[in-house]
């Protein structure tokens, strides 16, 4: 069972009634219903549903193990759901062939677990890489020098552009990662685990740089952590990952007053 947060009392019923309605009326990004994936005996995901709206900045936050990759991996296409419905600004991900499939990723910005940067190739080879692959979406650019400097400049790496990855700090290799992932100006943005393996300090800067970006291109993101501190300063709206289901829904505030066991245990310290 969903365990709902309607019931907090420190909201009145007009303010819910006002923020259901804004809520309501954007455009929704991500629908996904009832989404089943096991691996043999291991049922991972149950039924798990999730809104995004646009403009939105929705957190996921679920234990090790507890799917979110899986479920992320789904998302785009990457990984074959069991059954449920898969929506991205409008098209069924399960429906679309290849070339659709790969236009759609074109508009989503996927930045993986860890930086999944190519070793074997420069910081501007790996920024120009999505672009090859995506030319239909860039148009014809000849010279991708501006765009490479412009994404880096974003993350204020704009001085690494001929530097390999090994020699970037992991802060910074994340930070190139996020360069490759605004390259395209993707609509949507999903991170997953942006802030894992960082110092609190480059946690921090990477958090501040994904608010910038969000209100630079208004993109929507869908932030996968099991970083509180992230969730709290990120999130607009949250959802709990348990047993393979959006367990819990609701701000920050009302999922962290939860006196439900399995909620609790996100916040405690
Ligand atoms: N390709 C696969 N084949 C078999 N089992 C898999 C595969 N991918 C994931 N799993 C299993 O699915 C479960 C969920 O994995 P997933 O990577 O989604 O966890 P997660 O919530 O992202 O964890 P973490 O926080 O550690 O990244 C795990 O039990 C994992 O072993
Ligand atoms: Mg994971």
């Given at each position: 069972m969903n365990y709902n947060m309607e019931k907090d009392d420190n909201i009145t019923q007009a303010q819910?009634?006002?923020?259901?309605?804004?809520?309501?009326?954007k455009k929704l990004v991500i629908n996904i219903k009832d989404l089943r994936k096991s691996f043999g005996d291991n049922h991972v995901l149950n039924g798990f549903n999730l809104k995004l709206h646009e403009g939105e900045n929705?957190?996921?936050?679920?234990?090790?193990?507890?799917?979110?990759?899986?479920?992320?991996?789904?998302?785009?296409?990457?990984?074959?759901?069991?059954?449920?419905?898969?929506?991205?600004?409008?098209?069924?991900?399960?429906?679309?062939?290849?070339?659709?499939?790969?236009?759609?990723?074109?508009?989503?910005?996927?930045?993986?677990?860890?930086?999944?940067?190519?070793?074997?190739?420069?910081?501007?080879?790996n920024l120009e890489f999505p672009m090859r692959r995506h030319k239909e979406k860039l148009g014809n650019v000849v010279d991708t020098e501006p765009?490479?400097?412009?994404?880096?400049?974003?993350?204020?790496?704009?001085?690494?552009?001929?530097?390999?990855?090994?020699?970037?700090?992991?802060g910074m290799k994340r930070r190139v990662a996020?360069?490759?992932?605004?390259?395209?100006?993707?609509?949507?943005?999903?991170?997953?685990?942006?802030?894992?393996?960082?110092?609190?300090?480059?946690?921090?800067?990477?958090?501040?740089?994904?608010?910038?970006?969000?209100?630079?291109?208004?993109?929507?993101?869908?932030?996968?952590?099991?970083?509180?501190d992230c969730a709290r300063v990120i999130s607009e709206r949250m959802i709990l990952l348990v047993d393979g289901i959006n367990y819990a829904e609701g701000t920050f505030a009302q999922l962290s007053a939860s006196t439900d066991p399995k909620v609790e245990a996100f916040f405690k310290k």
């Open positions: 819910k009634a006002a923020s259901m309605e804004t809520i309501e009326t929705l957190v996921v936050m679920g234990k090790s193990g507890s799917g979110k990759s899986v479920m992320i991996k789904c998302l785009v296409g990457l990984m074959q759901a069991d059954s449920g419905y898969i929506e991205v600004m409008g098209q069924e991900v399960n429906t679309l062939d290849q070339d659709h499939l790969d236009a759609l990723r074109a508009d989503i910005g996927f930045l993986f677990q860890g930086s999944a940067l190519y070793d074997s190739m420069t910081v501007r080879e765009l490479v400097l412009e994404a880096l400049e974003n993350v204020g790496l704009g001085h690494t552009m001929d530097l390999m990855p090994a020699e970037l700090s992991g996020l360069a490759r992932t605004l390259i395209l100006k993707p609509k949507v943005i999903l991170y997953d685990e942006p802030t894992s393996g960082l110092d609190p300090i480059t946690a921090k800067e990477i958090i501040e740089l994904m608010r910038t970006i969000q209100r630079k291109y208004n993109t929507s993101s869908l932030i996968i952590t099991h970083d509180v």
